[in-house]
């Protein structure tokens, strides 16, 4: 079967490798329909985290047609569609039934890999994989591409939201203007939020950001930015702040523009080096976060919001590239051509 593989910074191709094959009994073989690049794939492609060359790829979202089941699997069958979420909850230890599936304590590897691929090996899946009704063949493209988004970025977006602990009347900050901080924009219009700023230099994403329901932009950065979003609350700062980064510099500046007593949504990958605890604790300032739970999310309502039509996260996906052309659609996205590259693997 042909799986992506990390080749050296900066170039990612196609090889042909044994298709994965059932080694545990919570193992689930998928056959991958929709893929895609996320940017924390990029932290590898552009040389910042360093891993050895010729690496398995990092993708870890995909959908796709349950193809084999281990003897412990019961709750899906073989010719299942199904989401195959980038964390591996058990459904019944105490993280999981507090909602914070991404912090699973019963499996020991919590995270995919190797999803830009056209099957994978799906551990420890009886509770963490998510029934979508129907087919492939039943959905527009639009909507496999909302569905894929719960694999990932919608439930990620969807946690900076809670974990920030987002209300009804609450003015929001989103720093980050990819796939991650756009679905933020949703999750905070979903809990009520009054007000919802924005922080993208690219005209594409401010747009899209205002389809879903930005009200404000503020495209500066460090003091100028922290300056700008504090007049648009009038010197207090905002309620809630989902940092969807990751960086030393996002991070500073999520913990300057939050009121005293706000929580910070911490969804970006962690890249700082060191970490500002003096401000936090003199303005009262929470920073929460982590893993999105999102088997939680998207058997609660998050699917149900996509299929219903309440939301419309695909829209992320602005192109699409076959498999085939990973390397390319790596490149697009650090060249921030595109927001998310979709990766088209099968029809199911």
Not at 4 to 17: E, P, S
Not at 214 to 228: F, I, L, S
Not at 265 to 294: C, E
Not at 310 to 339: H, Q
Request: hydrophobic content about 40%; aromatic content about 6%.
């Amino acid at each position: 079967m042909k799986d992506a593989i990390l080749v050296k910074k900066g170039q990612m191709a196609i090889k042909d490798v044994a298709k994965p094959t059932i080694q545990k009994p919570d193992d689930v073989i998928i056959k991958v329909v929709r893929a895609c690049v996320c940017g924390s794939d990029l932290w590898a492609y552009r040389g910042i985290d360093q891993v050895q060359p010729n690496s398995q790829n990092s993708g870890h979202e995909s959908i796709g047609i349950v193809e084999e089941v281990g003897s412990a699997i019961t709750t899906v069958k073989p010719g299942d569609f199904v989401i195959a979420p980038f964390t591996h909850g058990c459904g019944h230890c105490a993280a999981c039934i507090a909602g914070y599936d991404g912090a699973c304590l019963g499996h020991d590897n919590n995270f995919s890999s190797g999803n830009q691929a056209e099957y994978i090996r799906f551990e420890h899946g009886q509770w963490a994989l998510i029934k979508i009704p129907g087919q492939p063949s039943d959905y527009s493209e639009g909507m496999l591409k909302s569905l894929l988004t719960l694999a990932d970025v919608m439930a990620t977006g969807y946690h900076a939201a809670r974990t920030a602990r987002v209300s009804k009347g609450d003015t929001v900050v989103v720093f980050g203007d990819g796939a991650v901080g756009l679905c933020g924009i949703i999750a905070a219009k979903l809990r009520g939020a009054k007000r919802i700023i924005s922080t993208s230099r690219h005209a594409d994403r401010e747009a899209l950001a205002k389809e879903f329901g930005a009200t404000d932009n503020v495209p500066e950065r460090g003091d100028e930015g922290v300056k700008k979003i504090l007049a648009l609350t009038n010197g207090a700062g905002a309620d809630a702040v989902l940092e969807c980064v990751g960086t030393e510099e996002s991070t500073a500046e999520a913990l300057q523009i939050g009121r005293p007593g706000a929580t910070i949504g911490r969804v970006g990958l962690p890249h700082t080096p060191k970490m500002d605890i003096a401000t936090p604790f003199y303005k009262g300032v929470a920073i929460a976060g982590g893993a999105a739970s999102v088997t939680t999310y998207d058997k609660k309502f998050l699917l149900k919001a996509v299929l219903d039509g309440k939301i419309n996260p695909g829209k992320v996906f602005t192109k699409s590239f076959k498999l085939d052309d990973i390397n390319a659609a790596y490149k697009a996205m650090a060249e921030r051509k595109v927001i998310k590259s979709l990766l088209v693997v099968s029809n199911g």
